[in-house]
């Protein structure tokens, strides 16, 4: 999950985490679509998790105007559920196969880890303490990386020469041409929508397939997610979106009800790049399940239902947060307790339906 945020790419932290992950997995048991499954759910959900969420909350407070941090604190909640939405199927996945773990003799240290290098956690924490101070990201991300260089000074081991200083602005430079080929095309692609008016024409179009009900519209607003972020990384999916779905969305949300109208521009943003993330799980493209389906020698197609099914519960949050923005820990004390209580009920209850198992008695 770590890896994911910083990396901004669910298919690159497959790549990296899922070739010790999967095979760890098996290992102890579980089948290889299952296996490949939790890799791609959890690197999916990596770009919808605080502090960093991968780019995307970066790109979404300049288009919104709403502070970072403000909209890390809006994300937890719903983040936190699917994390847990994923643990309790594995856990009941486990307690079916009367899988028991890897035994305590045979796991690392990871208390020797952290007192080891504990020093290169720090840069993280500069990072979300500049964004908290409400310095840019731009300005925090590159004081951040600055403090790299120092904070991995501390020990001898971790120490930075001038080849791993260039060998490591090498490969930042070959991850921004990516991200900036992506970027840069989506930004032609909003441009040309703005300039032809076929972003106006696709909102009107919005509004009257869905006949100004709200559900609709979200589960319309859904497929076009889904369709664009099949051959586009969430943060360019997210872009192409700011001028085609989102303005429509935020229309028809002004004119729900005031707990929703008052939030309108913060929920359709959410919504979007939530269905904008986990396109890389949802077949037919699925481009992180097939990556992890490479590793784990699985089907497929198999793999991305698999993590389909494990992140069940991102496909139904967008729309209780939307319909209820109390699970964006918006509202009254009250109303925030209930979502609270009701989301890891509600969570544990989809769980034990998809797995068709509560109890191995």
């Known amino acids: 999950m770590i890896n994911g945020m910083l990396s901004g790419s669910a298919v690159a932290n497959v790549m990296t985490v899922g070739t010790s992950t999967i095979p760890l997995m098996k290992k102890i048991g579980y089948k290889s679509t299952f296996a490949g499954g939790v890799e791609a759910a959890a690197s999916a959900g990596s770009q919808i998790m605080p502090p960093v969420m991968g780019i995307v909350a970066f790109i979404m407070a300049q288009y919104t105007g709403i502070p970072y941090v403000q909209i890390a604190l809006y994300a937890l909640f719903p983040a936190i559920l699917y994390f847990w939405g994923i643990g309790v199927m594995v856990h009941l996945e486990a307690v079916k196969l009367g899988l028991t773990g890897v035994p305590k003799k045979e796991l ?30 731009s300005y925090a991300v590159s004081y951040s990386i600055l403090s790299i260089l120092i904070f991995s000074s501390l020990q001898k081991e971790t120490r930075m020469n001038w080849r791993s200083i260039l060998e490591a602005m090498e490969d930042g430079a070959k991850g921004m041409m990516m991200i900036g080929a992506a970027t840069a095309t989506a930004g032609i692609i909003s441009g040309i929508f703005g300039l032809t008016g076929l972003g106006v024409r696709f909102t009107a179009l919005l509004d009257d397939l869905s006949g100004g009900h709200l559900v609709l519209a979200l589960i319309l607003t859904a497929i076009a997610s889904f369709i664009l972020g099949m051959g586009l990384p969430p943060s360019a999916s997210y872009i192409v979106q700011v001028a085609i779905t989102i303005p429509a969305l935020v229309g028809i949300l002004e004119s729900d009800s005031p707990a929703v109208a008052e939030h309108a521009l913060l929920l359709a943003h959410m919504f979007v790049m939530y269905f904008a993330s986990i396109a890389v799980i949802t077949p037919p493209d699925a481009l992180a399940a097939f990556a992890a389906a490479a590793i784990a020698k699985s089907n497929p197609v198999t793999t991305a239902l698999t993590a389909t099914k494990l992140a069940f519960v991102t496909y139904v949050i967008p729309f209780m947060f939307v319909l209820n923005p109390a699970y964006l820990m918006i509202g009254p004390t009250f109303d925030k307790i209930l979502a609270v209580l009701t989301g890891f009920l509600g969570v544990v209850a989809f769980g034990v339906f998809f797995q068709g198992f509560l109890n191995q008695n």
């Open 108 to 137: 690392p240290d990871w208390k020797a880890s952290l007192k080891k290098k504990w020093h290169l956690l720090l840069p993280i924490f500069v990072l979300v303490a500049l964004l908290m101070f409400d310095y840019s990201p």
